[in-house]
């Protein structure tokens, strides 16, 4: 039987939990020609909540092709280029007639084309030889989705990588290219919440107002709560186990899902506060190796801090007199830097409010091995 909490990836509505909301105001901005810019923290749903929209657009036989480009693993405009012209390729096979006539123009780029023995997935290489063919390429590529019968939905996720490619003025001239593009609704998405605002928020940079900004935050409690309970029927969940679920995985979807997909590997025929403690027990002790791998790579200071936080759950003031000498961590200056240091690598997740800004351990599992371990 498949395990209904899914730990990676999007399958189908029924392993999908909510976002109902989410869903139909990113749909209605593709209805309505608006661009998108999806913001959340890590492992929240970005990924599952366009995937899921898109599944929806299939379903319901919506008037729109749609495109997922994930730029995760580029580093230059070169690459964002292939990973784009991979993507159509997937999306509109060779055998098809759209498909046949993007291989067409593909090959007036002269990229060699390769296909994956395994997956079968196309690989591009292109060959430029001069900034000016990139650019040539790009517009290329775009224009061919923009003259589509059907309007097309390009979502880029983890769209914060562009500010790291090496080339020139990237942020112009995507911005000038997919504001010719009316045939096309993008659709950006990051997790690096800092990086995304300075990119659509700062009134100096081209993307600046260009969008509407969804942000996505955690699944509501009695949602995420009936949600669970279905999947695990006929199977009852106590309602002190179902409290300490959503408590123990802060509501954070992947940890939420990876602990109730733990339970129900367990296969339970109760699923008691006991069962869902031993599950969680179970998880930590297969992270543990990865845990002590993160310890060697920060200093002795930076894992105190990370203790101290982890143990307070969520922190307001980490440079306070009294935090600091409760965990003696030093002087506010290194403490400082020391939490800068951990937000920029990940390992600490920088919440702002209205009023303050608070830090948690961002890796939920990490945070409850530490709490539990010193
Ligand atoms: N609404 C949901 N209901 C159930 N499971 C979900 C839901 N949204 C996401 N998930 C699951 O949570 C995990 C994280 O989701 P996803 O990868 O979409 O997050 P993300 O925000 O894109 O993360 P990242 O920032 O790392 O790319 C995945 O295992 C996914 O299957
Ligand atoms: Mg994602």
Redesign the pocket.
Known sequence: MQNPF?????LLPM?????EKETEALLSNIQNGLDTTLI?P????????ILHTFYKIAEEKLPFSTLYVDIFATLSLKDFIKTLAEAILVEFPEKTSIGNKFMALLKGYRPVITYDPVSGMPQVEFNFSAPSEKEYTLKGLFAFLNSQKQHVVVAI??FQQITTYPEKNVEALLRTYTQQMHNISFVYCG?KKSIMTQIFADAARPFYSSTRQLT?DK?DADKYAA?IREKFLPVAVDDEAMAYILEWTRRH??YT?SLCNEIFKMKPRVVSVAVARKASREILETEVSNFLQIRNLITEQQWRLLIAIAKEQSVQSVTSAQFLAKYQLGSATNARRNLESLTEKELLLETVGLNERSYSVYNVFLSRWLEETY
Do not use: M, N, V, W
């Open positions: 899914l730990a990676k990836g999007y392993f999908f939990c909510d976002r959340s890590r492992k929240f749903g970005k990924t599952g909540l996720d983890e997790s996505l699944i949600f979807t992947f899902q």
